[in-house]
């Protein structure tokens, strides 16, 4: 059974960076996974997109974060990350990666717990 464990999240003032982790477990193929993806949902919203990257590290970002966020992966390690930099208020949210897997494909089939991550003013 795979699962997905995000850690970084924490309270950080306006302008500031963070780094989120995302690391899979009980799955060593890194191939196996073919995409990743980071979503956030704030408090009375919809979950939303953030960013995702697929396999060959080709990456696609939200207009809200673009400039800002940067989404990567490490194969090896079966882990992606978001630095975040100039963070702002209305990037308060929990943040959630997911991924997609071989033999489903263009489905997000595993989600993390998520992360919270507080931007103060």
């Known amino acids: 059974q795979v699962q997905l464990v995000e850690s970084g999240g924490r309270l950080v003032q306006a302008g500031g960076s963070l780094r989120l982790s995302c690391a899979a477990s009980?799955?060593?193929?890194?191939?196996?996974?073919?995409?990743w993806g980071w979503f956030r949902q704030a408090p009375g919203k919809e979950r939303e997109f953030v960013a995702d990257i697929n396999q060959s590290g080709g990456a696609y970002s939200a207009d809200s974060v673009k400039g800002r966020f940067t989404i990567s992966r490490d194969n090896a390690k079966n882990t992606v990350y978001l630095q975040m930099n100039n963070l702002k208020p209305e990037d308060t949210a929990v943040y959630y990666c997911?991924?997609?897997?071989?033999?489903?494909?263009?489905?997000?089939?595993?989600w993390g717990q998520g992360t919270q991550v507080t931007v103060s003013s």
């Open positions: 997911a991924a997609q897997v071989l033999g489903n494909p263009g489905r997000w089939s595993y």
């Open positions: 009980g799955r060593t193929s890194s191939t196996y996974f073919m995409g």
